[in-house]
């Protein structure tokens, strides 16, 4: 967890309320990854970024959910509208320069009631 | 696309003997293989991979080994110890930009 920090850490919204959740690397890397985790669907790949480029968003699940990286030091990942399905723990993860090695963040927990 | 299967889901052991995770996956370009260990209210923390070049991989009381032509790779973990109760995921990559593709967890429990 030390080289990523997500904020909020918890996050309870009513449905059709603006998600933001944020991200922002404190250890060099090349690509950042956003994760969703359910007990039915397992740990999902949303989207990642390579040098602040989006590369592949094949996992976002619709056009509710947007992500940006405006510089190499953060990104949020927003949902709009959310929905009470969005509930989930969602990470940010790091890959340091041209290592395979993926290194995640301790997780936002959203609870859309 | 990419498809990793990991059994099994829940294992349960006595502390001092051996934990054996398996995973296979579909698409024989992978060429990277990490095992993630999850604490509750934590996120995966990565313990050890494997590349396609390498048949085993020993840390400690940790060990990884892929057979490539049948598609699969395992953990074993020797010596079990109550704080190696966890949930562990395996996964598989192909190495285009680092996607990983996740097998579905195993819970681990360590009985004292």
């Known amino acids: 967890d030390a080289g990523v920090i997500q904020s909020p850490r918890h996050e309870v919204t009513e449905m059709g309320q603006e998600v933001t959740l944020r991200c922002k690397p404190i250890s060099g890397h090349n690509s950042l990854f956003w994760y969703r985790q359910t007990m039915m669907r397992g740990l999902e790949l949303l989207i990642y970024f390579n040098n602040n480029v989006p590369i592949d968003d094949s996992g976002m699940p619709e056009d509710r959910f947007s992500a940006k990286m405006p510089n190499a030091s953060f990104s949020t990942l927003k949902i709009q509208p959310s929905e009470p399905r969005d509930s989930a723990v969602y990470f940010c993860?790091?890959?340091?320069?041209?290592?395979?090695?993926?290194?995640f963040g301790p997780g936002t927990r959203l609870t859309v009631t | 696309g990419e498809n990793v299967e990991q059994h099994p889901s829940t294992l349960s052991v006595q502390e001092g003997d051996s934990a054996v995770i398996k995973c296979t996956y579909s698409?024989?370009?992978?060429?990277?293989f990490p095992w993630y260990k999850q604490e509750l209210g934590k996120g995966p923390q990565l313990i050890i991979d494997?590349?396609?070049?390498?048949g085993e991989k020993k840390d400690q009381r940790i060990a990884v080994t892929l057979n490539k032509t049948a598609k699969h790779f395992s953990l074993h973990i020797t010596e079990t110890q109550p704080e190696d109760s966890a949930v562990y995921f395996c996964?598989?990559?192909?190495?285009?930009?680092?996607?990983?593709?996740f097998g579905q967890g195993t819970e681990l429990s360590v009985k004292p």
């Open positions: 993860a790091i890959k340091p320069g041209e290592s395979d090695e993926q290194y």
């Open positions: 494997i590349r396609s070049n390498v």
């Open positions: 996964a598989a990559s192909n190495n285009q930009g680092g996607k990983l593709i």
């Open positions: 698409d024989s370009a992978s060429n990277y």
